[in-house]
């Protein structure tokens, strides 16, 4: 059993920055693709980032693009994101999923969040004007 355990949320105002960690245990973490999801209140979860097993490759939602940075230590269990420029649609409840090896078909499908096995708790994240 995979645990997952976010840090690093808070307020902030817009064009600020923050970084996200997702500390891992349980499991051995380089086994596991991993990935950032957001959700906003009244709205559904969505994909966020993700970063394939090795750190090799990844992958961002378009609104996220050239602000946000996925990142990984496979040494230290723990996945980050950079979050920069951040605007007020950031604002959301951000978590950490971990998909088992295989679980991703394509890059791309590291977006779908029924790959994923273990979810952490999440950590609020609050942009102001």
């Known amino acids: 059993q995979a645990q997952l355990v976010e840090s690093g949320g808070g307020l902030v105002q817009a064009g600020g920055s923050l970084r996200l960690s997702c500390a891992a245990s349980?499991?051995?973490?380089?086994?596991?693709?991993m990935g950032w999801f957001r959700q906003a209140p009244g709205k559904e979860r969505e994909f966020v980032a993700s970063i394939q097993r090795s750190g090799g490759s990844t992958y961002y939602t378009d609104s996220v693009k050239g602000r946000f940075a996925i990142s990984r230590d496979n040494t230290e269990n723990t996945m980050y994101l950079q979050m920069n420029s951040l605007k007020p649609e950031d604002t959301a409840l951000y978590y950490c999923a971990a998909a088992p090896r295989g679980a991703a078909r394509t890059i791309d499908s590291m977006s779908y969040d029924h790959i994923y096995t273990y979810w952490g708790q999440g950590t609020q994240v609050t942009v102001s004007l």
């Open positions: 349980g499991r051995i973490f380089s086994n596991y693709d």
